[in-house]
């Protein structure tokens, strides 16, 4: 192919042409599909993983609740400081978007005009990805396949070269893990400061159905009348 010829033999622009060209290959209605997942439904499916993630672990509670929970509030405090760190990243390497360069490729998303490397999408999901494992490895092995399938779409969709994508892969994955001990140290803390509050406490863990007799259990709860005349008489 002309394409490829144009591109020589270097593997990044090539597996670029080759993912791309699915795109010209498939139905417009799934290329239009591809458009929306890879640009906002991968992105949501990942807010509402974290969200099932939380409610998981808020409803088995234990002891380790407070800890769980700090590690899930870190996963989306990981994706943002991830993407500050590739503000200066984009800047320094200033590589364009792969169709600045590169003809023939059926670009789906359009208005495009910033930095390549490292790709925000991939960068934000890997790093949702990985904090989700970190609390859950269930929920983080989902959190991360889509993470991969997020990657896939930004090449498929013309708009991120593979190597974007991997960068935005490994600086996801090390904001993640590289922080991980200093977030949780003041993270933990603070989740186990939430859950003894008697109005934030349903933050780390579900309060437990209360009974008729519950109250004179609560702290500065008065016991029912009943039970208070039922002890006179004995």
């Known amino acids: 192919m002309a394409v490829l010829a144009e591109s020589g033999s270097n593997p990044d622009v090539e597996l670029l042409y080759d993912i791309n060209g699915l795109a010209k290959d498939a139905p417009h209605w799934f290329d239009r599909a591809m458009e929306f997942v890879g640009e906002y439904g991968l992105l949501l499916a990942m807010v509402l993983l974290v969200l099932w993630c939380w409610w998981s672990l808020r409803r088995r509670g234990g002891e380790d609740a407070a800890s769980s929970v700090a590690s899930l509030v870190w996963a989306p405090l990981a994706a943002g400081i991830a993407v500050l760190v590739n503000i200066p990243i984009r800047g320094f390497v200033e590589r364009p978007r792969p169709f600045v360069d590169h003809q023939g490729l059926d670009v789906l ?25 970190v609390a859950n490895r269930r929920f983080g092995v989902a959190g991360i396949a889509l993470a991969l399938l997020e990657g896939f779409c930004r090449v498929y969709m013309g708009v991120h070269y593979p190597t974007d994508v991997i960068g935005g892969f490994a600086l996801g994955t090390a904001v993640a893990l590289l922080l991980s001990p200093a977030a949780m140290a003041l993270l933990t803390p603070l989740m186990k400061a939430v859950e003894r509050s008697r109005r934030a406490g349903w933050i780390v863990r579900r309060r437990p159905a209360r009974g008729p007799g519950d109250n004179a259990l609560l702290p500065g709860a008065r016991r029912p009348v009943e039970s208070e005349e039922r002890d006179l008489a004995a």
């Open 109 to 133: 998303v359009s208005g495009k005009n910033d930095f390549s490397f490292v790709s925000d999408h991939a960068t934000i999901t890997m790093a949702l990805g990985v904090g989700l494992f």
